[in-house]
């Protein structure tokens, strides 16, 4: 028997309806997939996080640089920050005698929270 052509070619076009619908499905698949890659927002804190990472490093740079370089605390008053290291070397060898190292630290801590004198008016 000899099939018959209509029912062949209505079994085509069945075929080509399913391949046309499953070719659209997945073309809107990929171009969704594409959308959501291309439009997706950073997270909201991603921003904040680098900001404070960064801020992090600065805060951590200075530190070093604090504890390891001589500067000036105060000029006016003659107060110097040393690096740690020296620091804790002087205190090892103050303390030896710790009457003076007490009567020392205490003449530097006033001298460092003096206030300063107060300039003279020439009006009185």
Known sequence: MNPDPRSILAQGRNVAWMIG???TLA????LVALLLRTTRPEDLDAARTRERLRFREEV???DAQALSRYAWRDEAKGLV???IERAMEMVIRE???PAAARSNLIARVEAA???PPEPENPYE
């Open 21 to 23: 619908v499953a070719g």
């Open 113 to 115: 929270t003096a206030p």
């Open 81 to 83: 920050r040393i690096p």
């Open 27 to 30: 073309i809107m698949a990929i």
């Open 60 to 62: 951590r740079a200075a």
């Open 95 to 97: 303390w030896q005698d």
